[in-house]
């Protein structure tokens, strides 16, 4: 069981997968879906003060690298992009919303490279992502234990 939970982390505290992707796993591996829930979510919460130490400091360093320079601005421009008019518009709240939407995209990587590009204040961007990610794996939570039952959504 501890195996799952470390996996379930892995994957809540990973790039391409957050707690969209650690809270179903776990669910579906047999684990104790309130267990589950905040192993996932405690991951993902953890993910703000990493990437704020990786964007204040490391990057600096490896932005001189021409192939890290190319994909950080790549990753840069998304996350703009995704977050541009949600967040310029409703600051804290579209910052909020930008993260709690569990699609592909949206989350708490794109959000805390939103935060950093759009200059907000670390409280404040670290609570909106905290809201965003609590909701959004909610949302995630239900839609799993729901299907791990059987129940249909749709």
Known sequence: MLRIF??????????FGEAKVGI?????????VYLAFIVCFVA?????PIMMFFLDTING???????YKKSAIYVAQKA????????????????????????????VYAGTIAA????FDRKQAFFANTIGIFFSSVIV???????SKGIAIF
Not at 116 to 119: E, L, P, R, S, V
Request: aromatic share 22%; net charge positive.
């Open 44 to 48: 993902n919460v953890l993910v703000f």
């Open 6 to 15: 470390i996996i379930a982390f892995l994957w809540s505290i990973s790039p």
């Open 116 to 119: 950093y590009i759009f200059g």
């Open 80 to 107: 703009k992009f995704g977050a541009k008019k949600g967040v310029q518009k409703y600051g804290f709240w579209g910052l909020m919303l930008f993260v709690m939407v569990p699609l592909p995209g949206t989350g």
């Open 24 to 32: 179903p796993y776990a669910i579906f591996n047999g684990a104790n």
């Open 61 to 67: 360093y490896l932005i001189k690298w021409r192939p």
């Open 141 to 147: 939570w239900t839609i799993s234990i729901l299907t």
